[in-house]
């Protein structure tokens, strides 16, 4: 788990006023950092095209451009006129050692986009827009210095960006990195060092990355155990019951002692699955919402699920219910709300009147988290997309693992299950969420069938088998 930051720029200056850094000498760190992944990933002689703008992330990329020179066959290329004085005295320090400068782009081992840096507040102009389409048509290995050109400091397009295989940012994440509208372009994420560890350039954050090692899996290690050491989940079977036989199956895959259906009428579950049409009374957890409907009356959710004192999972149509919205009022019970963009909007109008389309959140979903959690901050909300943001008492945990192949039905009720499951053993609300999330994209991740193939049945396989990694 890594900090996130909205800007580095009072991380830097205490490296200045704190630290007796120079600006120059977090310069050189930021190139040895992108220096360092090439000589790793490329063997010596490899060519390498480095794109430089004007200012001080153009002198990142002339700083690189001397540092690989020699080693490497290094093409500097400058299409616009150096300004900033680092860029001017990074340019002078590689002409004196013989780099020569060109405006043209030829195609390289490694393409280096070191045009905009991470405070970009303008759409492009024509001329550097010509020059990312050139340098997104080349076919070497793109990495772009701090974030791709095009990508805002709010994460955002203008209108489009350097299509990244990498991008290697300076000192500390920033937020700006976990945009799902840009996340295609940014990459793989490599942060490096800026003359300091970490540990004495990062500030206090609320906003963290989850990283692969952070999943912690309810393993059994207690020999002599029963089931109802594991709690007991209890999932309502609604309309479209499919939605709650993958939750149960979840729910019971991840670890929950034992898995009752709740139904209205008689469904033919899978032989480890119980069923009843009332909530058992030793159920540790519950989960409601999938595949819901109109299947039951508003009494007997009232009765079943808004009074009942059980930690609970709202997903799906959840979000389209009052009745089960009021449940959002309970401070004093483990709440975990599952929407993805379309549902976070109708739920939003419903509590509070006020309108979000799906573009607005998609294009501020930070401040769409913090909006929620400012109203209801002892709710866990796990809003999904390609970049999950997990949020509760005003902490912010991003899970950037997710894939395409999770964009399928059924991935949602799997996430369900698998949060209900870890609620129904006593985990926290935002503990479950963001173990079953990390589970989620780390176990689809791993499936190795098409990547259009992928069905939730596949996803609790992998479930299965993530305790071996």
Request: negative net charge; hydrophobic residues 40%.
């Amino acid at each position: 788990m890594q900090k996130v930051f909205n800007s580095c720029y009072a991380l830097d200056k205490r490296c200045y006023e704190q630290y007796g850094l120079t600006e120059d000498i977090l310069m050189e760190h930021a190139a040895e950092g992108m220096a360092a992944y090439i000589k790793r990933h490329f063997e010596k002689g490899a060519s390498v095209l480095i794109v430089s703008g004007a200012g001080n992330n153009g002198a990142d990329g002339i700083a690189l451009a001397r540092q690989l020179y020699g080693a490497y066959a290094v093409t500097l290329a400058l299409p616009f006129a150096v300004k900033s004085e680092m860029a001017k005295l990074q340019l002078q320090r590689a002409e004196v050692l013989g780099l020569t400068v060109t405006k043209e782009l030829r195609d390289a081992d490694v393409i280096v986009d070191a045009i905009f840096g991470a405070g970009l507040n303008r759409a492009m102009d024509e001329k550097t827009q010509k020059t990312v389409h050139k340098m997104n048509s080349l076919k070497g290995f793109k990495i772009a210095c701090d974030i791709p050109t095009g990508v805002d400091k709010n994460g955002l397009l203008s209108p489009f960006a350097f299509h990244a295989d990498l991008t290697v940012t300076m000192g500390a994440l920033k937020a700006s990195l976990y945009v799902d509208e840009s996340k295609d372009d940014i990459g793989e994420v490599l942060r490096v060092d800026l003359g300091v560890s970490s540990e004495h350039y990062e500030d206090e954050s609320n906003t963290f990355v989850l990283e692969a090692s952070d999943m912690k899996l309810p393993t059994r290690t207690v020999r002599a155990a029963h089931k109802g050491d594991f709690g007991h989940a209890g999932i309502f079977c609604g309309e479209k019951e499919g939605a709650g036989i993958i939750a149960g199956t979840a729910a019971s895959r991840f670890g929950a002692g034992l898995t009752t259906l709740i139904v209205h009428q008689k469904v033919t579950p899978p032989p480890y699955l119980m069923h009843a049409t009332v909530v058992p009374k030793n159920c540790t957890a519950l989960a409601v919402g999938m595949g819901l409907g109109n299947h039951f009356e508003g009494e007997f959710l009232q009765d079943c699920v808004v009074q009942s004192h059980l930690p609970i999972v709202l997903d799906a149509d959840s979000f389209y219910s009052t009745v089960l919205l009021s449940i959002l009022e309970q401070k004093e019970r483990e709440i975990v709300i599952t929407p993805h963009p379309k549902e976070f909007s109708a739920l939003w109008e419903r509590l509070t009147g006020e309108a979000l389309t799906v573009s607005q959140i998609q294009r501020d979903r930070f401040g769409t988290v913090q909006k929620f959690n400012a109203k209801y901050p002892h709710v866990t909300l796990l809003l999904k997309g390609a970049n999950t943001l997990v949020m509760q008492e005003e902490k912010c945990y991003i899970n950037p693992l997710g894939n395409a192949k999770l964009s399928k039905g059924g991935s949602g009720d799997v996430l369900s299950g698998l949060i209900v499951s870890l609620l129904a053993q006593g985990y926290t609300g935002v503990d479950a969420a963001i173990q079953a999330s990390l589970a989620l994209t780390i176990a689809s991740e791993r499936y190795p069938g098409a990547s259009y193939a992928m069905l939730p049945t596949d996803i609790m396989a992998e479930i299965e088998k993530l305790e071996a990694l």
